[in-house]
């Protein structure tokens, strides 16, 4: 049986703890890799989704319901692996771990297509995390999570048009680290 989302706020809005459970069971996953594709491994995904779920319990009077609930989780996720990222980067002791898993699971890809796509999701996901933090927030909540550059702007506590600068950078830094050319010297030595 499906559970309605909007029901579990208003009840978890009105004190009933059951149902603020049954609402981080039923955004887990989708709150989870959102945490950990902004912060590249599990142990960090974790703590920030711990986070992000307590900042919600806490707020979840302020919740008004203009957007879906898991809408206000991803942002209330990105700003606290925002916040994560910023104070690790200020202690410089990044950690970085298994991927997750870039399996292809389309049946009709052959081993070659899917040899390729694999490398190419394994090149992206290096290369979104050694994007700096704010850049990265920024591609993996428009390009990922389809947000609206708005709604990016307002979680990120900068204006829209720096957000759609960091977008562009973001996606120039990604092109060029994922199609940059051979230099001479590597060239000359193949």
């Known amino acids: 049986m499906p ?7 208003v009840a978890a809005r009105d004190g009933d703890r059951h149902a603020f459970d049954e609402l981080v069971r039923a955004t887990y996953v989708e709150t989870y890799t ?11 995904a974790r703590d920030v989704v711990q986070e992000a ?11 008004r319901g203009d957007a879906q609930f898991s809408t206000w989780m991803y942002r209330i996720t990105a700003n606290c692996a925002s916040t994560f990222l ?9 950690e970085l771990t298994e991927d997750l898993s870039t399996r292809d699971e389309r049946p ?24 700096p ?17 708005e709604a990016i ?12 600068v960091r977008l562009h950078r973001a996606r120039k830094k990604l092109r060029d680290d994922l199609f940059a050319r051979p230099s001479e010297e590597q060239a000359h030595a193949v």
């Open 34 to 44: 959102l945490a950990y594709r902004l912060t590249g491994n599990e142990e960090d």
């Open 153 to 164: 702007a307002a979680e990120l506590g900068i204006s829209e048009s720096a957000a759609k």
């Open 108 to 131: 009709a890809a052959s081993p070659e297509v899917q040899a390729e796509a694999t490398a190419l999701r394994e090149r992206l996901q290096v290369a979104l995390r050694a994007l």
């Open 133 to 149: 933090p704010k850049l990265r927030a920024v591609v993996i909540l428009r390009d990922v999570y389809d947000l609206p550059h």
């Open 3 to 9: 559970v309605d989302v909007a029901d579990l706020v």
């Open 86 to 94: 910023g104070r690790r980067q200020r202690n410089r002791c990044e």
């Open 53 to 63: 779920y307590l900042r919600a319990y806490k707020g979840l009077k302020r919740f």
